[in-house]
């Protein structure tokens, strides 16, 4: 076998920046290659969210979500490493998911009176240099606010002098354009924008040149996505915004195909539609089970290693247990029993003697007292 390269890596891009939370990997074989995760800050630099020194090798599949340091940078562009060193062979990615707050979700700072004085000037007459005629109704604005915020506008009051505009976007209503003036001047979409506005600001956004609404408008779509409306929406998207919009759709289709399938119009959904979110929700549901399996495969390895625990501590105590009968043997053989005897041994033997000396005590009451005294202590002895 050749030579591991342990210098691999994926380099992913998204359609919206974010400032991540998470970052997803789905690893489907050899799982344990991922050493590190990275970004690009602002100034387009990589920045490490997450590495590690030791690659491992693992025998189940598993969504791999690193805790990530956290960062304020936004991006749409990750950087995974891996190294198969550990596996000894290739490694598959299936897919990486980027989890993160989007521009206009979170304010940093509390500039709540900033925008409620400029929210102010939104079709305010007063000061305005500028008026727009949409549906019959005039709509009133500035030119060096709209000029800043979009392109569309810088060149149509390039080098004019124009108190009043027609615009030429025929798609927008004034209920649209109210929607667009007050994103230019707050950097926020009304709160009572509708769905259908919503689809028809991404659309609009591509034209003024303004790439934040569009972010926007994504953003507050997503955040209205239900069983009951997700159909309706797919299906008044022009095949121009069939992008971001169009794949957000599909993937909470997938993620609730159940609920979503029992809808009037869900057999209205186009062929192409319909196979990709069957396949998805597939792909989702296989996932689950592996996490699944994973989880039981844990909770019986962890049961199996505290039943050996358990087993160890029941031979600790058959080993005590013996070790206490082998001490009551002692005791009866030669500790306890065996030294009752001996003693009884030794009280026979002196009872013995003591009979022999009264023995000699009665034979010698004829001999000489001197000598007899001296006979018995040199038989004592």
Same mark, same amino acid.
């Given at each position: 076998?050749?030579?591991?390269?342990?210098?691999?890596?994926?380099?992913?891009?998204?359609? &919206?920046?974010?400032?991540?939370?998470?970052?997803?990997?789905?690893?489907?074989?050899?799982?344990?290659?991922?050493?590190?995760?990275?970004?690009?800050?602002?100034?387009?630099?990589?920045?490490? *969210?997450?590495?590690?020194?030791?690659?491992?090798?693992?025998?189940?599949?598993?969504?791999?979500?690193?805790?990530?340091?956290?960062?304020?940078?936004? @991006?749409?562009? /990750?950087?995974?490493?891996?190294?198969?060193? #550990?596996?000894?062979?290739?490694?598959?990615?299936?897919? &990486?998911?980027?989890?993160?707050?989007?521009?206009?979700?979170?304010?940093?700072?509390?500039?709540?009176?900033?925008?409620?004085?400029?929210?102010?000037?939104?079709?305010?007459?007063?000061?305005?240099?500028?008026?727009?005629?949409?549906?019959? +109704? =005039?709509?009133?604005?500035? =030119?060096?606010?709209?000029?800043?915020?979009?392109?569309?506008?810088?060149?149509?009051?390039?080098?004019?002098?124009?108190?009043?505009?027609?615009? =030429?976007?025929?798609?927008?209503?004034? @209920?649209?354009? *109210?929607?667009?003036?007050?994103?230019?001047?707050?950097? +926020?979409?009304?709160?009572?924008?509708?769905?259908?506005?919503?689809?028809?600001?991404?659309? #609009?956004?591509?034209?003024?040149?303004?790439?934040? *609404? =569009?972010? #926007?408008?994504?953003?507050? *779509?997503?955040?209205?996505?239900?069983?009951?409306?997700?159909?309706?929406? /797919?299906?008044?998207?022009?095949?121009?915004?069939? %992008?971001?919009?169009?794949?957000?759709?599909?993937?909470?289709? #997938?993620?609730?195909?159940?609920?979503?399938?029992?809808?009037?119009?869900?057999?209205?959904?186009?062929?192409?539609?319909? &196979?990709?979110? &069957?396949?998805?929700?597939?792909?989702?549901?296989?996932?689950?089970?592996?996490?699944?399996?994973?989880?039981?495969?844990?909770?019986?390895? +962890?049961?199996?290693?505290?039943?050996?625990?358990?087993?160890?501590?029941?031979?600790?105590?058959?080993?005590?247990? %013996?070790?206490?009968?082998?001490?009551?043997?002692?005791?009866?053989?030669?500790?306890?029993?065996?030294?009752?005897?001996?003693?009884?041994?030794?009280?026979?033997?002196?009872?013995?003697?003591?009979?022999? %000396?009264?023995?000699?005590?009665?034979?010698?009451?004829?001999?000489?007292? %001197?000598?007899?005294?001296?006979?018995?202590?040199?038989?004592?002895?």
């Amino acid at each position: 076998m050749g030579k591991i390269d342990e210098h691999q890596y994926l380099e992913l891009e998204y359609d &919206v920046p974010v400032c991540p939370t998470a970052i997803n990997i789905y690893e489907t074989f050899n799982p344990g290659a991922v050493v590190a995760v990275k970004i690009i800050d602002f100034k387009g630099k990589w920045e490490t *969210l997450w590495s590690t020194k030791k690659p491992s090798c693992l025998n189940q599949s598993r969504i791999f979500s690193p805790p990530l340091k956290d960062t304020m940078n936004r @991006t749409n562009t /990750v950087r995974i490493e891996v190294s198969c060193k #550990a596996a000894g062979t290739w490694c598959e990615i299936d897919a &990486v998911e980027l989890v993160g707050i989007r521009e206009g979700a979170v304010d940093p700072v509390d500039d709540t009176e900033f925008i409620a004085s400029l929210q102010s000037l939104v079709n305010n007459k007063e000061f305005s240099d500028v008026k727009f005629e949409i549906d019959g +109704k =005039k709509l009133y604005a500035h =030119k060096a606010i709209l000029a800043a915020r979009s392109a569309y506008f810088c060149d149509m009051f390039r080098g004019k002098n124009q108190d009043v505009v027609v615009l =030429k976007i025929p798609s927008l209503s004034s @209920t649209d354009m *109210l929607a667009i003036f007050h994103f230019i001047y707050t950097n +926020k979409l009304p709160r009572d924008c509708e769905i259908k506005s919503l689809i028809t600001l991404t659309e #609009a956004s591509l034209t003024l040149g303004m790439p934040q *609404l =569009k972010t #926007a408008a994504v953003y507050r *779509l997503l955040e209205s996505l239900n069983c009951n409306n997700v159909i309706d929406i /797919v299906l008044s998207l022009k095949e121009s915004e069939k %992008d971001e919009v169009h794949e957000l759709c599909l993937r909470f289709i #997938a993620d609730n195909l159940a609920e979503v399938s029992k809808g009037p119009n869900f057999n209205r959904l186009p062929q192409s539609f319909l &196979v990709r979110a &069957v396949q998805e929700a597939t792909a989702n549901m296989c996932i689950r089970e592996q996490q699944q399996q994973q989880q039981q495969q844990e909770q019986e390895e +962890k049961e199996v290693e505290e039943d050996n625990d358990d087993d160890d501590d029941d031979d600790d105590d058959d080993d005590d247990d %013996d070790d206490d009968d082998d001490d009551d043997d002692v005791d009866d053989d030669g500790g306890g029993g065996g030294g009752d005897d001996n003693d009884d041994d030794d009280d026979d033997d002196d009872d013995d003697r003591d009979d022999d %000396d009264h023995d000699d005590d009665d034979n010698g009451d004829d001999d000489d007292d %001197d000598g007899a005294k001296f006979y018995r202590f040199q038989v004592r002895e």
